[in-house]
C-alpha cells in the first residue's frame, strides 16, 4: 500500500461517518457493503497530500456509489 496521508485510525474514527453517508446515498440495505468498498479504496489510493479526512472520504464514497450504480446498470441491461 502507498504511504497514507490519511491514518488507518482516522479511518476507523471516521467509520461512523463514512455509513451514515452510504446510508443516505445507497439506502440501509447496501450501505454495508458501500462503505466497505469506501473504505478499501481510500486504503488502497490515500490522497496525494494531507488532506482533511471527511470532504476527501465523501468523494471517495461517492465514487464508490456511482462506480457500483453503473456496474448494475450494466448488469441488468445484459440481462434484458
Do not use: K
Amino acid at each position: 500500500l502507498p504511504a497514507a496521508s490519511v491514518s488507518v485510525e482516522e479511518l476507523i474514527r471516521q467509520l461512523d461517518w463514512v455509513r451514515g453517508l452510504a446510508r443516505a446515498l445507497a439506502g440501509a440495505s447496501d450501505a454495508d457493503d458501500l462503505t466497505q468498498d469506501a473504505m478499501l479504496n481510500a486504503l488502497r489510493s490515500p490522497p496525494a497530500q494531507d488532506a482533511a479526512a471527511r470532504p476527501w472520504l465523501s468523494r471517495v464514497l461517492r465514487n464508490a456509489h456511482f462506480a457500483r450504480s453503473r456496474s448494475e446498470r450494466r448488469r441488468e441491461a445484459r440481462h434484458e
